[in-house]
């Protein structure tokens, strides 16, 4: 069995910080790309920010200058340090990770999901 469990979300006026962090754990073999999604209420889940297991990150638009993704690869954890937020960004913010497992001597990578933390900021 794999997890990730997303912490770090809450309430915040405009202009606030969260930093909101996912933690993988269970049977893993690698992580490769980790990554962070939301969805607003009537929305579709998009992404904001993933991360290679190198480090390289990657955003959307919207959150470039305002977020910073990083990770820990020796705790299989993914973090998402949230600047200058603004009513736009409030959402249920969800982990992803492609994680591999060993099954019958070989690695197979799937993606995971988190249950999601929510995260709201008001004007």
């Known amino acids: 069995q794999v997890q990730l469990v997303e912490s770090g979300g809450g309430w915040v006026q405009r202009g606030g910080s969260l930093r909101l962090s996912c933690a993988a754990s269970?049977?893993?073999?690698?992580?490769?790309?980790m990554g962070w999604y939301r969805q607003a209420p009537g929305k579709q889940r998009e992404l904001v920010a993933t991360?290679?297991?190198?480090?390289?990150?990657n955003y959307v638009a919207s959150v470039k200058g305002r977020f910073t993704i990083s990770r820990e690869n020796a705790n299989d954890t993914v973090y998402l340090q949230m600047d200058s937020l603004a009513p736009e960004d409030t959402g249920l913010y969800y982990c992803?990770?492609?994680?591999?497992?060993?099954?019958?001597?070989?690695?197979?990578?799937?993606?995971?999901w988190g249950h999601g933390t929510q995260v709201t900021v008001s004007s």
């Open positions: 269970g049977s893993i073999f690698g992580i490769g790309s």
């Open positions: 991360i290679t297991s190198g480090g390289d990150p």
């Open positions: 992803n990770a492609y994680i591999g497992r060993l099954v019958g001597g070989s690695a197979y990578y799937a993606p995971y």
